[in-house]
């Protein structure tokens, strides 16, 4: 059953800031704008939406901003599909896609295509990291924000990035016992250090500030501890988390020490910041760059965030991290630009000039950010031999060390011979663990070990979902694999 593309004007793929900030502005200059997401609901990760079972009408601000942005776009006339997982990018500017909810193959081809998908959170190996109770810090803030639930009873928080901040105070608000938060940076220093850096940066971002100071008045009045410059070292426990050691990091990030302590805790949430998605990108032929500073590897994009393959945009955090406010300033250049482009209108042009200054603004920010909370080379350092790198495959430090001493120095290499990344989670939470061991066992910079390629399907769907592809798209498939 081969059965006709759907047509739109312009697909988005995602419902986040940036992806329903592109639907918003290219529907409302006249296309016709499909936007698809994995989500039941959109919203991405910043406007994420409680489950409408446990809480039918949420007051907290982002789920309203985004319910109202939702509703632009609905009112725009932009056509969701929810629960539909994009997992093939072809030729021609096609998508196939699997709606979960109908069982439903999908091939929807557009005149352009808008990616905004986010990023994958950044995680450490060390040795105990797979113990149940060990969780994302994302993990946790979905469990709160959708399903009202709190991941455990003593939590810790580990890693780097506001994001820690934000959720201890979440969780705190919503009565668990948050036993500590750890930053491995030290952001005073830096801040310190570039007074007038840091004003220009700041500058205009008052709300973002609000929310930083109010997640710390919070803490400070639960009497959670905030320790600077601080980090994991190991989790234990038997069937689960008991505890977890802990040390004070030099500016590498390596334990020093004698500053050991044991915090007990059955749940640890960590995040050492962002891995921008780019496995759609990569099945296009977009070319990427490597940009440490906004998560690794990101796609070349000219001014409207259109790549070197024509029609093809990419927005928000999947082309770099940097925030739900950037996303949405580039969701809003790219919505226009695409449209422009589809309709031949080139008034549009003068409203994408107009959100050069807040875009500048934005990107600003996200510098000053990066600068602030970046990790050392010693969390890499972290994992022993026997510590699991690839949980999906079972594969450990030990083996992939091995391996490359035996001989395989590429990405490719390591994972042909140790199946590492070849798992449910196709590689998004072992691949910077992997490229990272790469690096440091042949001496090679990250960017010449590169990553993981992606490969189709790049989600686990059944096998009905490749009913839709016609003998071309298949083709074209089987030749990128
Ligand atoms: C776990 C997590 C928690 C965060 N918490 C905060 C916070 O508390 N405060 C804060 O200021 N910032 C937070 N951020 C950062 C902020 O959410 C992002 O900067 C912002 O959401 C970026 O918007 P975006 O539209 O680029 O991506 P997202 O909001 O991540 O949206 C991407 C969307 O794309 C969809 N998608 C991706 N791939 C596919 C596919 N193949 N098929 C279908 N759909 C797909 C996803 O389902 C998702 O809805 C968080 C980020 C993450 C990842």
């Given at each position: 059953m081969n059965p006709e593309p759907v047509h739109t004007d312009i697909a988005v793929v995602g419902a986040g800031p940036a992806g329903l900030s592109a639907a918003v502005a290219a529907a409302v200059a006249g296309a016709s704008v499909t936007v698809i997401d994995a989500y039941s609901q959109p919203g991405g990760q910043y406007f994420r939406q409680p489950n409408p079972a446990v809480d039918p009408d949420p007051q907290e601000p982002r789920p309203r901003a985004g319910r109202e942005l939702r509703h632009k776009a609905e009112a725009a006339g932009v056509r969701f599909l929810n629960r539909t997982v994009v997992w093939g990018a072809f030729e021609d500017l096609r998508l196939a896609a699997y709606r979960e909810d109908t069982a439903q193959a999908i091939e929807l081809q557009a005149d352009a295509i808008i990616l905004a998908p986010g990023t994958y959170e950044r995680v450490a190996a060390f040795p105990g990291w797979t113990l149940p109770g060990v969780i994302t810090t994302g993990a946790a803030q979905t469990l709160l924000k959708e399903q009202r639930l709190l991941p455990g009873q003593r939590i810790i928080l580990a890693g780097t990035g506001p994001l820690q901040l934000v959720t201890a105070a979440a969780l705190v608000k919503a009565g668990a016992q948050v036993v500590a938060v750890l930053e491995g940076a030290s952001p005073g220093e830096?801040?310190?250090?570039?007074?007038?850096?840091?004003?220009?940066?700041v500058w205009g971002q008052s709300t973002r500030l609000k929310e930083?100071?109010?997640?710390?008045?919070?803490l400070k009045k639960a009497g959670v501890p905030y320790h600077r410059g601080w980090g994991i070292i190991a989790a234990e426990g038997k069937d689960s988390l008991q505890a977890v050691r802990i040390a004070r990091l030099d500016r590498q990030w390596r334990p020093i020490p004698?500053?050991?302590?044991?915090?007990?805790?059955?749940?640890?949430?960590?995040?050492?910041?962002?891995?921008?998605?780019?496995?759609?990108?990569?099945?296009?032929?977009?070319?990427l760059h490597w940009r440490p500073a906004q998560g690794g590897f990101v796609p070349r994009r000219d001014?409207?965030?259109?790549?070197?393959?024509?029609?093809?945009?990419?927005?928000?955090?999947?082309?770099?991290?940097?925030?739900?406010?950037?996303?949405?300033?580039?969701?809003?250049?790219?919505?226009?630009?695409?449209?422009?482009?589809?309709?031949?209108?080139?008034?549009?042009?003068?409203?994408?000039?107009?959100?050069?200054p807040a875009l500048r603004r934005e990107q600003?920010?996200?510098?000053?950010?990066?600068?602030?909370?970046?990790?050392?080379?010693g969390l890499d350092e972290l994992a022993a031999g026997d510590t699991p790198i690839c949980r999906c495959e079972g594969v450990s430090k030990a083996t992939i060390v091995q391996t490359i001493?035996?001989?395989?120095?590429?990405?490719?290499?390591?994972?042909?011979?140790?199946?590492?990344?070849?798992?449910?989670?196709?590689?998004?939470?072992?691949?910077?663990?992997?490229?990272?061991?790469?690096?440091?066992?042949?001496?090679?910079?990250?960017?010449?070990?590169?990553?993981?390629?992606?490969?189709?399907?790049?989600?686990?769907?059944?096998?009905?979902?490749?009913?839709?592809?016609?003998?071309?798209?298949?083709?074209?498939?089987?030749?990128?694999?």
């Open positions: 830096a801040i310190l250090r570039q007074p007038g850096q840091t004003l220009a940066a930083g100071w109010q997640s710390w008045r919070t004698g500053t050991e302590r044991r915090l007990e805790a059955d749940t640890l949430c960590l995040n050492y910041g962002f891995t921008p998605a780019t496995e759609l990108a990569q099945l296009f032929g977009v070319q001014e409207q965030m259109q790549t070197n393959v024509p029609g093809l945009f990419i927005v928000g955090d999947g082309a770099g991290v940097g925030g739900a406010e950037l996303a949405m300033v580039e969701g809003q250049i790219a919505g226009l630009a695409a449209a422009r482009q589809v309709l031949g209108d080139s008034t549009l042009t003068r409203r994408i000039e107009a959100l050069q600003r920010f996200q510098q000053f950010y990066a600068r602030l909370f970046t990790p050392g080379p001493h035996a001989g395989a120095d590429t990405m490719h290499a390591v994972k042909a011979v140790t199946r590492c990344g070849m798992g449910n989670c196709q590689g998004r939470v072992c691949g910077p663990l992997v490229a990272a061991i790469l690096a440091q066992e042949t001496g090679q910079s990250p960017e010449r070990v590169g990553q993981f390629r992606a490969r189709t399907p790049i989600f686990p769907v059944p096998l009905t979902a490749f009913t839709v592809l016609t003998t071309e798209g298949a083709e074209s498939a089987e030749s990128r694999n």
